[in-house]
């Protein structure tokens, strides 16, 4: 799938070579975890602890070429799997591998969070996303049963060009679709897709995703002056797959798209919550919930995981693992805990590294459960206490 050129390209970027047709990398918020410096959305909205998960990719290739993706143009796209096809058990252990040797060094910082980083030793969430689409990768049943067995969770997100494989995917923890403009023809300029029929394939997607039963999330990532419009259109196709959850994310100003778009594409986080409240109005069964300042990100939930004035979108991963081992459907109602945030702050962020200064953390034992959040806004962790 790959170059020894290419290869050597990504491995200056601290992305590790899994086989012939995966990859590592270690995501940055695992970094910060571990040295103390907060975690990602993903833990406030979800319960995710950021220090214990694994970004990777099963497949490096793409079919679409996205004006927003951090990839250079020279990474490798197609709309059919052409390659070797690697074992599952060989990309789980060797991509496990991997994910401590680039934690390695971290060992060694000055300010690391000892009990953080000797969490991190034990992978209890992969995030199936990094690069390329990992939805094709032809074995991906075997391997997210894989990742079950080893009671790591599993996050995947697909770009909903591939509806057959949305449709086969055995359960996974959360199913993403990327939602990346409201109409044809904005997508066709966004994404730029290799597929001529990509706007069906996206609608099949959509309505695969709706028969899931475990939970799905469809994500915006709003790029400024070019798809943060139309939210009526956006919601249409949302109501389309139904997904349990909506997250509505500013395009980061990161990697080879800024060989594309510029840094005045980058939405403040006062825009994504404005365009955030404008959606939510054409989407009567749900409501925002949350937002995490740092990552410019909103979240909205169904409404019917508001349980007697609580909200519940934080996963219950035990709870989770027992049901999908067990053979028996796994319902996105089935493994839901409070969520101990929530709301939305009101302050405008225009200063991402101002903001990272709020969110300190202090670890005095070693812990990888959240025992509870106080109305503060402090959480403690068997000794972990901070701010997220």
């Not at 969520?339 to 101002?354: E, F, I, N």
Request: glycine share 6%.
């Amino acid at each position: 799938m790959l170059t020894a050129e290419e290869k050597q390209e990504l491995e200056k970027q601290q992305y590790r070579i899994i086989g012939s047709h995966s990859a590592v990398k270690v995501c940055g918020w695992t970094k910060k975890m571990v040295k103390g410096e907060g975690g990602c959305y993903k833990l406030k909205f979800y319960g995710i602890m950021s220090n214990q998960c694994m970004q990777m990719t099963t497949s490096i290739s793409c079919a679409n070429r996205c004006s927003f993706c951090w990839r250079g143009y020279k990474a490798p796209v197609s709309k059919e799997w052409k390659w070797d096809v690697d074992d599952p058990q060989f990309i789980l252990q060797n991509s496990v591998n991997a994910h401590h040797n680039l934690l390695a060094g971290l060992k060694g910082y000055r300010n690391v969070n000892m009990p953080a980083y000797d969490a991190s030793r034990t992978v209890k969430h992969v995030a199936l996303s990094l690069t390329g689409e990992p939805i094709i990768y032809p074995r991906i049943n075997e391997l997210i049963s894989s990742f079950n067995e080893k009671g790591i969770s599993t996050f995947l997100v697909t770009n909903a060009q591939y509806p057959e494989q949305i449709r086969d995917l055995n359960t996974v923890t959360q199913l993403y679709i990327s939602l990346d403009a409201p109409n044809k023809e904005l997508l066709k300029e966004i994404d730029v897709p290799l597929f001529s029929d990509f706007w069906e394939r996206l609608n099949q997607s959509l309505d695969y995703m709706k028969e899931k039963k475990h939970r799905t999330t469809i994500r915006l990532t709003l790029i400024k002056g070019m798809n943060d419009l139309e939210p009526e259109n956006y919601a249409k196709l949302i109501m389309k797959g139904n997904p349990d959850f909506i997250e509505v994310k500013a395009y980061m100003f990161v990697g080879a798209s800024r060989q594309r778009l510029s840094l005045e594409n980058m939405p403040l986080h006062e825009d994504v919550v404005s365009f955030s409240q404008e959606l939510i109005h054409s989407l009567p069964d749900y409501e925002i919930v949350s937002e995490h300042i740092p990552s410019r990100v909103v979240m909205m939930a169904k409404k019917k995981f508001n349980i007697n004035g609580k909200w519940h979108t934080w996963i219950d991963f035990p709870k989770y693992h027992d049901l999908v081992l067990s053979g028996n459907e796994c319902a996105s109602m089935d493994y839901l805990k409070p969520t101990p945030q929530v709301g939305l702050s009101g302050k405008k962020t225009a200063d991402y590294a101002k903001q990272r200064l709020d969110r300190q953390y202090k670890v005095d034992e070693k812990t990888s459960e959240l025992d509870f959040w106080n109305n503060e806004g402090k959480v403690q962790l068997k000794g972990f206490d901070g701010i997220i």
